[in-house]
């Protein structure tokens, strides 16, 4: 008998979860904010609960009931094996941006490299870079300093130096830096694409990590394709995160603009998700 874990799912799953989802953040609620023990858990121990506490869980149930995405109610997440903050103020990182990381690894075992992190959010790539490559140089650019504050936050909390940057994308680069890598997962879901999302991501997400013109899906990779020919050594890697939808329509922009060696990869559910591409 779990009495918490089943008060939890029920409360979910009253407020419309399904039972799966209901089970795992039951589990996630006790485990990572409540500090319970998945032996503890499984051997029925969930019943000593102070009143502070059950104030907490309420305050969690009634923001779940309102589809707030858990990171943000209990303000961190899990990305690479490292434990990030995160706030309303970045978007959560994704399963698809850790495969990004992994092939980004796994493609540029030199020690050394010079990293730059377009659009870095809470931080993550930058981050599992600075932390994975061997004493890579990472800079990230974000247009939000409530992102990078966010950003910051997490290298200091994961012992990585980082070079941040208040900076958006269509001004103007200044200085004179050279990068091996340039990365980015940049906005990319058209407005019309916007009807099929999810309540949880619209309602809570910030707008500026999300969305792009229809009459423009590519205005991100196309521009950061243009600071990659000033900012890259030649021979430098360009990777980005891609919208399934614009894999071909992306590859054909890098083939056209300087680049070669243009490489599409699906992500572990068979969906093109990722690019590189070679600076000739
Ligand atoms: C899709 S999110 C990616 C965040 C993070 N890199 C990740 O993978 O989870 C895109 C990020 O680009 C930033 N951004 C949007 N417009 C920008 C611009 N014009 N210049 C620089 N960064 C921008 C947003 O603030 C957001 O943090």
Redesign the pocket.
């Known amino acids: 008998m779990n009495p918490l874990y089943t008060y939890i799912k029920q409360k979910l799953i009253a407020a419309s979860y399904a039972e799966t989802e209901a089970s795992a953040l039951a589990r996630w609620i006790l485990e990572e904010e409540f500090g319970f023990s998945t032996l503890e858990l499984y051997a029925g121990k969930d019943t000593d609960f102070p009143m502070e506490k059950r104030n907490r869980l309420n305050d969690i149930l009634v923001r779940l009931a309102r589809f707030e995405p858990i990171q943000y109610i209990i303000g961190k997440t899990e990305f690479c094996g490292l434990t990030l903050k995160v706030s309303s103020d ?5 399963p698809e ?1 850790a495969e990004l990381v992994d092939w980004i690894v796994s493609d540029c075992p030199q020690s050394g490299l010079r990293v730059l ?6 931080g ?2 930058a981050i599992t870079l600075a932390e994975r490559m061997v004493e890579a140089e990472v800079s990230a ?4 300093e409530r ?1 990078l504050a966010v950003a910051r936050e997490n290298a200091l909390h994961n012992n990585v130096r980082i070079a941040f940057s208040c ?4 001004n103007e680069p200044t200085g004179t830096s050279v990068f091996d890598i340039i990365v980015s ?4 879901i058209t407005e019309s694409e916007r009807a099929e999302m999810e309540r949880n991501v619209l309602d809570y997400e ?1 707008e ?3 969305f792009v013109p229809d009459t423009d899906p590519l205005r ?1 990779y196309r521009r950061i394709a243009h600071i990659g020919n000033q900012m890259l050594k030649p021979g430098g890697k360009l990777f980005f ?1 891609i919208n399934r939808a614009y894999g071909s329509e992306t590859a054909a922009m890098l083939k056209y603009g300087g680049y070669s060696q243009v490489e599409v990869r699906s992500d572990s559910y068979g969906n093109a998700r990722m690019i590189k591409a070679i600076k000739r």
């Open positions: 970045v978007l959560i990182p994704r941006t992190d377009i659009g870095t959010g809470s993550c790539i650019w974000d247009i939000s992102a900076m958006d994308v269509f997962n940049p906005p990319y910030p500026t990590a999300l991100f995160e």
